[in-house]
């Protein structure tokens, strides 16, 4: 990272005079690229000389300065072929960057040579015709529709917020490459998020931040709801997955390359190291369930009974489960109950029970791991 290179202009951060004056002590910075994209999702862009841009500033916010013939854009039924004049509005209220090209060297700096890089809007006679106008228009719309939605009204948990007084609703998206970019002006932040997981001994990935944020996030609600003495708590806790393999064992020989003593191995089709809630959630997922649904952990007769948004579905992954528990789980009438194999002593226990779930609860769906 060169600290003499310029690498982002934040929005709102500058004026007219101020972005003038920073490109005039970066002289490195040789060209402006406008960047607007199409309709059909196709960039498109224009890359002219600083010198014109800084000559003709205010002209690039007001559509004046930079224009297509059309070719490179897709807009059916907006234009005709004599009439696909596009031109280029330059957008002021989002990050600037600077590209450099290490392989092209600027002889009086001695520097890379640089182009700014602008998103911009695309408009054909006054009207816009691109996807980021688009994008802004539904957002604009949206914000009007959430503050009129939540004036005067009452949230659960949140009764003494004052959404009357709510100015503006920004959205903002972001990516893990966009968070640890290394741009000067970023260095420091991802410097302190690295010291802030080292001093908690984190691991050093965004999840772990992530996770630290929201605890903390959390432990702020609940502080203010008792400086409130409000009874009312909002839900402050969260899960977290990670991506494994299968609950099953796995299987990749045919049977004739077993031999007789390998048997004993598949007596149980799920891996050791699982545990219920691994089995739980793979059944949620291989399900089409939402794995925010909220469960509840009982113990029946002493064996583990999970029950997913009450009685959407149920299950007990114990081995050698007696009738009685059975019983019990087809009594409350599930909608789906999900066993293992082994939890059946034999055939004739597995007969059984489906004859118990026909009786006492005809309407569920039993899946067996």
Request: with cysteine; charged share 30%.
């Amino acid at each position: 990272m060169n600290k003499e290179l310029l690498y982002c202009i934040p929005a709102g951060q500058y004026g007219k005079e101020g972005v003038l004056s920073l490109l005039a002590q970066h002289p490195e910075i040789r060209f402006v690229s406008l960047i607007g994209v199409d309709l059909a999702g196709n960039d498109t862009d224009e890359k002219i000389p600083i010198e014109i841009f800084i000559k003709d500033y205010d002209d690039f916010f007001a559509g004046k300065a930079v224009q297509t013939d059309g070719s490179s854009v897709v807009f059916m039924n907006i234009a005709t072929l004599n009439d696909a004049r596009v031109d280029f509005v330059a957008d002021n209220t989002v990050n600037w960057y600077v590209d450099y090209n290490d392989e092209n060297i600027d002889m009086a700096t001695g520097l890379p040579v640089g182009t700014l890089r602008i998103p911009s809007f695309l408009t054909h006679k006054g009207v816009f015709i691109d996807s980021r106008s688009i994008l802004k228009q539904s957002c604009e719309y949206v914000a009007e529709r959430l503050k009129e939605l939540l004036a005067g009204k009452q949230i659960k948990g949140m009764e003494n917020f004052p959404f009357e007084e709510i100015q503006d609703i920004i959205f903002t998206t972001g990516t893990e490459l966009e968070f640890w970019v290394k741009t000067p002006s970023e260095k420091e932040i991802m410097q302190n998020a690295i010291d802030f997981l080292t001093e908690n001994h984190k691991a050093l990935n965004i999840c772990e931040l992530s996770k630290e944020r929201i605890r903390r996030a959390g432990d702020t609600i609940e502080a203010e709801c008792n400086q409130r003495k409000s009874k009312d708590l909002p839900d402050i806790g969260f899960r977290v997955f990670r991506i494994a393999d299968s609950n099953m064992k796995d299987v990749y020989y045919s049977a004739k390359e077993y031999s007789q003593s390998d048997l004993f191995y598949f007596t149980d089709n799920i891996k050791e190291d699982r545990t219920g809630l691994d089995l739980l959630y793979g059944c949620l997922t291989n399900l089409g369930l939402s794995l925010s649904l909220p469960h509840d952990e009982e113990d029946i007769n002493g064996y583990t009974v999970y029950s997913v948004d009450k009685t959407e579905l149920m299950a007990c992954f114990a081995e050698q489960i007696p009738e009685k528990v059975f019983r019990e789980i087809a009594g409350r009438q599930p909608r789906r109950v999900v066993f293992r194999d082994a939890s059946f002593r034999d055939s004739a226990d597995r007969i059984n029970i489906d004859e118990i779930f026909k009786t006492l609860s005809p309407g569920t769906t039993i899946e067996i791991l």
